[in-house]
Antibody, heavy 122, light 106 residues
Protein backbone atom coordinates (compact mmCIF):
# COMPACT_ATOMS: atom_id res chain seq x y z
CA UNK A 1 0.00 0.00 0.00
CA UNK A 2 1.35 3.41 -0.93
CA UNK A 3 1.72 5.71 2.07
CA UNK A 4 3.24 9.14 2.34
CA UNK A 5 3.95 10.47 5.82
CA UNK A 6 4.87 14.12 6.25
CA UNK A 7 6.59 15.48 9.33
CA UNK A 8 8.30 18.66 10.47
CA UNK A 9 5.47 21.14 10.43
CA UNK A 10 4.87 23.64 13.20
CA UNK A 11 4.77 27.26 14.31
CA UNK A 12 7.65 29.40 13.10
CA UNK A 13 8.41 33.08 13.38
CA UNK A 14 8.69 35.21 10.25
CA UNK A 15 12.16 34.87 8.78
CA UNK A 16 12.63 31.47 10.36
CA UNK A 17 13.37 28.10 8.80
CA UNK A 18 11.78 24.68 8.76
CA UNK A 19 12.47 21.32 7.18
CA UNK A 20 9.59 19.15 6.06
CA UNK A 21 10.15 15.47 5.45
CA UNK A 22 8.10 12.91 3.60
CA UNK A 23 8.63 9.21 4.23
CA UNK A 24 7.33 6.57 1.87
CA UNK A 25 6.89 3.21 3.59
CA UNK A 26 5.52 0.58 1.27
CA UNK A 27 7.05 1.65 -2.05
CA UNK A 28 10.40 2.56 -3.56
CA UNK A 29 10.36 6.31 -3.95
CA UNK A 30 13.46 6.47 -6.16
CA UNK A 31 11.75 5.71 -9.47
CA UNK A 32 9.16 8.44 -9.12
CA UNK A 33 9.19 12.21 -9.25
CA UNK A 34 7.87 13.75 -6.05
CA UNK A 35 6.16 17.08 -5.48
CA UNK A 36 5.16 19.39 -2.67
CA UNK A 37 1.82 21.18 -2.96
CA UNK A 38 0.49 23.63 -0.40
CA UNK A 39 -2.91 24.91 0.58
CA UNK A 40 -3.38 28.08 2.61
CA UNK A 41 -6.29 28.02 5.06
CA UNK A 42 -9.56 28.17 3.14
CA UNK A 43 -7.78 28.54 -0.19
CA UNK A 44 -7.00 26.43 -3.24
CA UNK A 45 -4.06 24.25 -4.14
CA UNK A 46 -0.68 25.73 -5.07
CA UNK A 47 2.13 23.62 -6.54
CA UNK A 48 5.40 24.42 -4.78
CA UNK A 49 8.16 22.18 -6.04
CA UNK A 50 9.04 18.93 -7.81
CA UNK A 51 12.17 16.78 -7.58
CA UNK A 52 12.84 14.42 -10.45
CA UNK A 53 14.55 11.04 -10.27
CA UNK A 54 17.95 12.70 -10.81
CA UNK A 55 17.39 14.85 -7.70
CA UNK A 56 16.89 17.99 -9.77
CA UNK A 57 14.44 20.43 -8.22
CA UNK A 58 12.00 22.74 -9.93
CA UNK A 59 10.20 25.51 -8.07
CA UNK A 60 7.28 27.89 -8.19
CA UNK A 61 8.38 31.50 -8.60
CA UNK A 62 6.89 32.37 -5.22
CA UNK A 63 9.33 30.09 -3.38
CA UNK A 64 12.38 30.08 -5.62
CA UNK A 65 15.58 30.98 -3.73
CA UNK A 66 13.91 30.25 -0.36
CA UNK A 67 12.84 26.61 -0.69
CA UNK A 68 15.06 23.64 -1.49
CA UNK A 69 13.70 20.22 -2.37
CA UNK A 70 15.81 17.09 -2.16
CA UNK A 71 15.50 13.34 -2.00
CA UNK A 72 17.44 10.66 -0.16
CA UNK A 73 16.78 7.39 -1.90
CA UNK A 74 18.78 5.47 0.70
CA UNK A 75 16.29 6.60 3.34
CA UNK A 76 13.33 6.59 0.96
CA UNK A 77 12.48 10.18 1.85
CA UNK A 78 11.90 13.56 0.24
CA UNK A 79 12.52 16.81 2.06
CA UNK A 80 11.64 20.46 1.66
CA UNK A 81 13.92 22.98 3.34
CA UNK A 82 12.09 26.24 3.83
CA UNK A 83 14.00 29.41 4.67
CA UNK A 84 12.98 33.03 5.07
CA UNK A 85 9.45 32.10 6.05
CA UNK A 86 6.72 34.66 5.45
CA UNK A 87 3.17 34.91 6.72
CA UNK A 88 1.92 33.98 3.25
CA UNK A 89 3.75 30.64 3.52
CA UNK A 90 1.25 29.56 6.18
CA UNK A 91 -0.41 26.48 4.73
CA UNK A 92 -0.83 22.75 4.85
CA UNK A 93 2.03 21.26 2.86
CA UNK A 94 1.28 18.03 1.03
CA UNK A 95 3.86 15.59 -0.25
CA UNK A 96 2.64 13.89 -3.42
CA UNK A 97 3.93 11.11 -5.63
CA UNK A 98 4.16 11.40 -9.40
CA UNK A 99 2.65 8.61 -11.46
CA UNK A 100 6.04 7.98 -12.99
CA UNK A 101 9.54 9.30 -13.47
CA UNK A 102 9.18 11.25 -16.68
CA UNK A 103 6.84 13.73 -18.39
CA UNK A 104 3.90 13.85 -18.13
CA UNK A 105 3.46 11.07 -15.57
CA UNK A 106 5.97 12.65 -13.23
CA UNK A 107 3.79 15.73 -12.83
CA UNK A 108 0.49 13.90 -12.28
CA UNK A 109 0.04 13.31 -8.57
CA UNK A 110 -1.53 9.93 -7.82
CA UNK A 111 -0.90 9.61 -4.08
CA UNK A 112 -0.83 12.33 -1.45
CA UNK A 113 0.12 12.44 2.18
CA UNK A 114 -2.21 13.87 4.80
CA UNK A 115 -0.28 17.10 5.00
CA UNK A 116 1.89 19.03 7.45
CA UNK A 117 0.68 22.36 8.79
CA UNK A 118 3.16 25.21 8.73
CA UNK A 119 2.13 28.37 10.56
CA UNK A 120 4.23 31.50 10.25
CA UNK A 121 3.46 33.98 12.99
CA UNK A 122 5.17 36.06 15.63
CA UNK B 1 -0.32 29.09 -17.57
CA UNK B 2 -3.46 30.26 -15.79
CA UNK B 3 -6.39 27.90 -15.34
CA UNK B 4 -9.87 29.31 -14.90
CA UNK B 5 -12.51 27.01 -13.51
CA UNK B 6 -16.21 27.67 -13.75
CA UNK B 7 -18.38 27.80 -11.90
CA UNK B 8 -16.58 28.44 -8.62
CA UNK B 9 -19.43 26.72 -6.84
CA UNK B 10 -22.65 24.96 -7.68
CA UNK B 11 -25.56 23.33 -5.94
CA UNK B 12 -26.90 20.06 -7.25
CA UNK B 13 -29.06 17.14 -6.20
CA UNK B 14 -28.25 13.47 -6.00
CA UNK B 15 -28.75 12.01 -9.45
CA UNK B 16 -28.00 15.24 -11.31
CA UNK B 17 -25.46 15.52 -14.08
CA UNK B 18 -22.79 18.08 -13.21
CA UNK B 19 -20.38 19.77 -15.59
CA UNK B 20 -17.29 21.74 -14.55
CA UNK B 21 -15.12 23.56 -17.04
CA UNK B 22 -11.45 24.48 -16.96
CA UNK B 23 -9.97 26.93 -19.43
CA UNK B 24 -6.22 27.37 -19.88
CA UNK B 25 -4.65 30.68 -20.83
CA UNK B 26 -2.64 28.86 -23.48
CA UNK B 27 -2.74 25.41 -25.00
CA UNK B 28 -1.72 22.50 -22.79
CA UNK B 29 -2.40 19.69 -25.27
CA UNK B 30 -4.02 16.91 -23.23
CA UNK B 31 -1.87 17.54 -20.15
CA UNK B 32 -4.80 18.26 -17.88
CA UNK B 33 -5.57 16.51 -14.60
CA UNK B 34 -8.61 16.57 -12.33
CA UNK B 35 -8.61 16.05 -8.55
CA UNK B 36 -11.34 15.77 -5.95
CA UNK B 37 -10.83 17.11 -2.44
CA UNK B 38 -13.09 16.61 0.55
CA UNK B 39 -12.89 18.87 3.63
CA UNK B 40 -9.87 18.14 5.79
CA UNK B 41 -8.52 15.55 3.37
CA UNK B 42 -5.80 15.41 0.77
CA UNK B 43 -6.78 15.65 -2.90
CA UNK B 44 -7.56 12.48 -4.80
CA UNK B 45 -6.61 11.92 -8.44
CA UNK B 46 -9.65 11.40 -10.68
CA UNK B 47 -8.59 11.87 -14.29
CA UNK B 48 -5.30 12.40 -16.09
CA UNK B 49 -4.41 13.02 -19.70
CA UNK B 50 -7.65 15.02 -19.89
CA UNK B 51 -9.81 11.91 -20.23
CA UNK B 52 -8.21 8.82 -18.67
CA UNK B 53 -9.91 7.61 -15.52
CA UNK B 54 -7.57 6.80 -12.65
CA UNK B 55 -7.82 3.23 -11.42
CA UNK B 56 -10.58 2.82 -8.85
CA UNK B 57 -12.48 5.98 -9.81
CA UNK B 58 -16.15 5.35 -10.59
CA UNK B 59 -17.13 5.46 -14.25
CA UNK B 60 -19.67 8.24 -13.60
CA UNK B 61 -16.69 10.60 -13.76
CA UNK B 62 -15.65 11.63 -17.25
CA UNK B 63 -13.17 14.13 -18.65
CA UNK B 64 -12.85 15.64 -22.09
CA UNK B 65 -11.12 18.39 -24.00
CA UNK B 66 -7.74 19.36 -25.36
CA UNK B 67 -5.80 22.52 -26.01
CA UNK B 68 -7.38 25.20 -23.85
CA UNK B 69 -10.87 23.95 -22.99
CA UNK B 70 -11.62 21.02 -20.73
CA UNK B 71 -14.64 19.55 -19.01
CA UNK B 72 -15.23 17.29 -16.03
CA UNK B 73 -18.64 15.65 -16.03
CA UNK B 74 -20.17 13.71 -13.18
CA UNK B 75 -23.06 11.60 -14.42
CA UNK B 76 -25.63 10.90 -11.74
CA UNK B 77 -24.14 12.73 -8.77
CA UNK B 78 -23.80 10.58 -5.64
CA UNK B 79 -23.72 11.71 -1.98
CA UNK B 80 -19.99 10.98 -1.74
CA UNK B 81 -19.27 13.30 -4.71
CA UNK B 82 -19.99 16.48 -2.78
CA UNK B 83 -16.52 17.99 -2.65
CA UNK B 84 -14.25 20.55 -4.29
CA UNK B 85 -12.79 19.75 -7.70
CA UNK B 86 -9.54 21.13 -9.08
CA UNK B 87 -7.97 21.01 -12.51
CA UNK B 88 -4.18 21.08 -12.93
CA UNK B 89 -2.07 21.55 -16.03
CA UNK B 90 1.08 19.42 -16.23
CA UNK B 91 2.23 20.66 -19.63
CA UNK B 92 4.82 23.16 -18.45
CA UNK B 93 6.41 24.56 -15.33
CA UNK B 94 5.33 26.08 -13.10
CA UNK B 95 2.56 23.55 -12.70
CA UNK B 96 -0.69 25.33 -11.96
CA UNK B 97 -4.10 24.54 -10.50
CA UNK B 98 -7.45 26.04 -11.20
CA UNK B 99 -9.20 27.89 -8.42
CA UNK B 100 -11.51 25.00 -7.63
CA UNK B 101 -15.22 24.25 -7.97
CA UNK B 102 -17.16 23.45 -4.84
CA UNK B 103 -20.05 21.07 -5.43
CA UNK B 104 -22.69 21.43 -2.73
CA UNK B 105 -25.92 19.66 -1.94
CA UNK B 106 -29.06 21.46 -3.10
Amino acid sequence: EVQLLESGGGLVQPGGSLRLSCAAPGFILGTYAMSWVRQAPGKGLEWVSLVDTRNIGIYADSVKDRFTISRDNSKNTVSLQINGLRAEDTAVYYCAKGRGGSYPESRTLDFWGQGALVTVSS
Amino acid sequence: IQLTQSPSSLSASVGDRVTITCRASQGVSSDLVWYQQKPGKAPNLLIYGASTLQSGVPSRFSGSGSGTDFTLTIYSLQPEDFATYYCQQVNSFPLTFGGGTQVEIK
